[in-house]
């Protein structure tokens, strides 16, 4: 992903079909009381859940605007500005971004999810159960829940859109090292017309964590046929959501409506409208002054303007994500880790966090925020170093001479854009680079970036990943299986065979003090391989016109408090509109 929401949202085209993942967030609440009984947003200080091993901690809310006392009143248009246009709708064969997820998790319902501590819950499945003796689950349908177009949501849905993914040559990429074609026996079967049976190599003592994003946003099986014979009907959406939908002009606007038969219960709006406005920080303006009800973005100016702005209620989430650069491990110079740790020394990281963050968020040492308890306090990202860095380059430079020129290694760097904030991120970066680099910078468009780094077409990019709420969701991104083939998920291409096995071993333990302890092992691995060069936790923030209310706790229809701001994420279906 991108470094920073500037204008193109990060992880839009390819890379975003990958997602096996949901991004990690922290709790939150805006004071409001939930959808269940008795089951408000609860003070999590500093805990850490026994449970999922992610440490619940508070964002930072700032509430210039005061939550309005009284009743729901329902009715109204919710009006949400995005910080990019999504390809599609369809998790079986488009990109699941933040912005398309925010879109379809309005239409679409998963089949397990997250609740506010981290523990995975089931969802549209009533059930999950290991099958002994094999690595394979089983799973169970809720009875009874029915489509926007009144058919029932039996197992032959899920089997359908599960077949057309494993099958995609991109989506199918996040599912064929555990489901590979060469399996003796199908992938997943129907046991009967509630129940799939998941048939993964692997052994897994979590499986459900799979299934919270876009391999269990599920949509009838018709729906797929139709959508595999007439891509167009992509930019359409049939689900069993809170929210149906109306209409969609592509790079302008997407409307849902409101779906009377929900099996949830009530719905507040009438209507949310997803509007378009690449520059985050226009839409923070037009958030202030009205425009717009919702804006959810990383953009440190936006950010510093919502806070400022007494008309909006701010959620800050620090615990999702983080902006770092990544290094072509496959392809020369960086292929050699002295030139890698060359440009780590050098790298400006202080500056960084003063000039383009602004404050607004931490510096990173890994993929884990120090409050989580998967963090090793022990890994420190290098930086800020620029006399280590030539040593490694005069020696370099000697061997290897065709890749330098006057004592400096040769090198491109690549960022999105048309951007006012990238290329000062660029600026930023070769300035402190220059001394020991001939860099040129390209300066992609984000369509064509994405398609770049997953084929290799790159040598050092600005980028954006991490955060899962389980991290057994990151092994995706860290596998052998993802980083030696045309098209890799393992951006980097860094392949460690001792680190595979620690990965495959945190899969199969429910041992918490183990996986954390293997997880810190990983860190350690990941800061002596020098393929990345992690910068800041980025900041997802939510902010919201006064008039909106209850965008966080939101509870699922079952009872079970939400996840909020999940990298940006949310739910709507128990916001209103205050007269």
Known sequence: ????????????????????????????????????????????????????????????????????????????TLRVGLGAEVDGLNPGANSLATSTYLIDFTMLEPLAYFDAEGNWFPWLAESFEKVEGSPSWRMTLRDGITF??????????????????????????????????????????????????????????????????????????????????????????????????????????????????????????????????????????????????????????????????????VIENLLSSDNNLMMNTSRPPFDDIRVRQALTYATDRDGFSALISQGTSPMADSMFHPDLIWNNPDVVQEGNTPELARPLVDDYCADVPDNCTDGKINMEFQHSGPSVVQTRVADLLTSGWQEFFNVTVSEVLQDQLIPNVAIGEWQVVAWRQFGSIDPDNEVIWLQCATA??????????????????????????????????????????????YAYIFMTHANWTIGSHARVQNICPQFAPTGEEIFCSNAGVTFFHDTWIAE
Request: proline share 5%.
């Open 148 to 313: 926007h177009d009144g058919s029932d949501l039996d197992a032959d849905d899920v089997i359908a859109l599960f077949n057309v993914q494993l099958k995609d040559p991109l989506i199918g990429l996040a599912l064929q090292p555990s489901y590979p074609f060469a399996f003796e026996g199908p992938a997943v079967e129907k046991i009967d017309n509630l129940t799939v049976q998941f048939n993964p190599l692997g052994e897994s003592a979590h499986f459900p964590v799979n299934l919270t994003s876009q391999l269990g946003m599920i949509v009838p099986s018709e729906y797929t046929e139709a959508t595999q014979a007439n891509s167009r009907k992509n930019q359409t959406l049939i689900g069993t959501g809170p929210f149906m939908f109306e209409s969609r002009v592509q790079d302008d606007r997407t409307i849902v409506v409101k779906n009377p038969n929900w099996w949830g219960g009530e719905v507040y709006l009438d209507a949310i409208e997803f509007i378009i406005q690449t520059d985050t920080a226009i839409a923070a303006d037009r958030l202030a002054a009205g425009d717009l009800d919702v804006v959810i973005t990383s953009n440190p100016d936006a950010i510093l303007t919502m806070r400022e702005a007494e008309s909006v209620r």
């Open 1 to 76: 992903m991108t470094i920073l929401d500037s204008g193109r949202f990060s992880m839009t085209t390819l890379a975003a079909a990958f997602l096996v993942l949901v991004l990690l967030a922290g709790a939150c609440s805006d004071g409001n009381d939930g959808r269940a009984s008795g089951a408000s947003s609860s003070d999590v200080d500093d805990a850490a859940d026994d449970s999922s091993g992610t440490a619940v901690v508070p964002t930072v809310t700032t509430t210039q605007a005061p939550v309005i006392e009284g009743g729901i009143t329902p009715g109204g």
């Open 484 to 529: 030696d083939k045309f098209i890799a998920l393992n951006w980097v291409r860094y392949c460690d065979e001792d680190r595979d096995a620690l990965m495959v071993e945190q899969r199969q333990t429910a041992d918490l003090d183990r996986r954390v302890e293997i997880w810190r092992d990983i860190q350690v691995n990941m800061n002596e391989s």
